[in-house]
Nanobody
Framework: QVQLVESGGGSVEAGESLRLSCVVF????????MAWFRERPGEERTGVAR??????????DSVKGRFTISKDSRVNTRGTLVLEMNNLQPDDTATYYC????????????????WGQGTQVTVSP
């Protein structure tokens, strides 16, 4: 079993920054992907950024140039996933979830089967 624990959410004003962290507990053997998703009220959960064990990254168009995903260490060892969020806007308001999975990074947002409990990010105008 894998447990993902997010932290770092909060309330900020437009233009400010936040740093989200996700600590991984348990057996991540075979998992080579980690990602951040978000869920706005009344909407489906969507992918924000993902990263593989080789450091390759992919971003949603809405966050390119503003958000940066990184890892403190490889997924196959206990490590921390980070999402640096700059120039936050009210549309970024959502619950942000950490996720882990396996597969080629180019296959998109479908290869994730372990989830954290979420952390709230609120951006005021």
């Amino acid at each position: 079993q894998v447990q993902l624990v997010e932290s770092g959410g909060g309330s900020v004003e437009a233009g400010e920054s936040l740093r989200l962290s996700c600590v991984v507990f348990g057996n991540t053997f075979g998992m080579n992907l980690m990602a951040w998703f978000r869920e706005r009220p009344g909407e489906e959960r969507t992918g924000v950024a993902r990263i593989d064990n080789d450091g390759n990254t992919e971003y949603a168009d809405s966050v390119k140039g503003r958000f940066t995903i990184s890892k403190d260490s490889r997924v196959n060892t206990r490590g921390t996933l980070v999402l640096e969020m700059n120039n936050l806007q009210p549309d970024d308001t959502a619950t942000y979830y950490c996720a882990a999975g396996r597969g080629p990074i180019w296959t998109g947002w479908t290869n994730f089967n372990s989830w954290g409990q979420g952390t709230q990010v609120t951006v005021s105008p």
